[in-house]
């Protein structure tokens, strides 16, 4: 996970060169919450980190350290808020922050909260499913960043992501008829092995009403609905841009409360041997044994969302 980024709210005057891009926060605070209903035990396995920005910039300017909030006042803030809330989602309990600073500190102007959510998944013991043994599943890892400005809910700025999915097919890919010029030495591929690592994010229009958990399965489906297809035939992947975009598509289609999705897919590539090169005990043709090549590789990357009919009026 990314470290915070300042945000345009961070910016204010300095005397001696005009402006101040500003904020600071503490990074990488680690925190399991167990949620224990019975016998039954539910675990959240948290990265958090949290940034603030204050109302003035005399912290940095005059060093007076009069308003700061302590970046170990705000580690101890994640765990006391996941002890009196519990946690449901990483987008809840990111809002949950955002609003207990704004709530307990007229001060603060801003506030980026950034979390990661480890994967686990319940343990499945002779086909039951353990109440309270997992095993750490590092198939995908679920992302959010919550941004607020002092204002309101409207201020909110929620985005959500996936990321580390790794997928292949050996086949229903292929890429053909691109520009042929001096510099090409790529072969048409009419059927290829097709893998890339995803990586999505996406904006909510609004956060309220939200199972940010079930919407995170959904895309999460999406995806696999659109790179895969049906078990038994698949679905025909003419680019990494077109499956990229068709998984876009699809989710503003179908999620209303998305209001633009980014997805980034390197081209993981897996290349045909020549075996034609020994005669005696290779083959002409060779579709069985492939070398993978990490780097170099390409990267797609598209960002697609919803036209503001109000500002277009």
């Not at 809330?85 to 909260?113: D, M, W």
């Not at 790179?227 to 999620?255: C, K, M, R, W």
Request: with cysteine; charged share 20%.
């Amino acid at each position: 996970m990314a470290s915070p980024q300042l945000s345009a709210a961070t910016v204010t005057m300095s005397e001696s060169y005009g402006w101040m891009n500003r904020g600071y926060g503490k990074n990488h605070v680690k925190l399991l919450h167990v949620r224990r209903d019975g016998a039954v035990h539910t675990i959240h396995d948290f990265q958090v980190n949290s940034e603030l920005t204050l109302s003035t910039d005399k912290d940095f300017i005059e060093g007076d350290n009069s308003d700061i909030i302590a970046t170990d006042s705000q580690k101890n803030t994640i765990y006391l808020l996941a002890k009196k809330h519990g946690i449901t989602s990483p987008e809840t309990f990111a809002l949950q922050l955002c609003e207990h600073y704004f709530n307990k500190y007229p001060h603060v102007i801003a506030v980026k909260i950034d979390v990661e959510e480890y994967p686990w998944r319940r343990t499945v013991v002779d086909g039951k499913a353990h109440n309270h043994s997992f095993v750490f599943s590092p198939e995908v890892t679920h992302t959010c960043t919550a941004t607020q400005k002092r204002g309101g809910q409207k201020a909110v700025v929620l985005t959500t992501g996936m990321e580390g999915l790794r997928v292949l097919k050996t086949t229903q890919s292929a890429f053909v008829n691109f520009v042929k010029d001096e510099y090409r030495s790529l072969p048409d591929m009419d059927d290829r092995v097709f893998s890339t690592v995803v990586t999505a994010n996406w904006t909510y229009s609004s956060v309220e009403n939200i199972d940010f958990g079930l919407i995170w399965q959904r895309i999460l489906k999406i995806v696999w609905d659109k790179f895969a297809g049906p078990a038994d035939i698949g679905i025909f992947s003419p680019s990494v841009q077109h499956t990229l975009y068709i998984v876009q598509e699809a989710v503003l289609n179908e999620i209303p409360k998305v209001a633009n999705i980014e997805i980034t897919m390197p081209n993981k590539h897996y290349f045909s041997i020549d075996l034609s090169k020994f005669p005696k005990v290779g083959c002409e043709h060779n579709n069985e044994v492939f070398l993978p090549v990490d780097k170099p590789s390409g990267n797609i990357t598209a960002k697609l969302g919803r036209v503001d009919l109000q500002s277009k009026l």
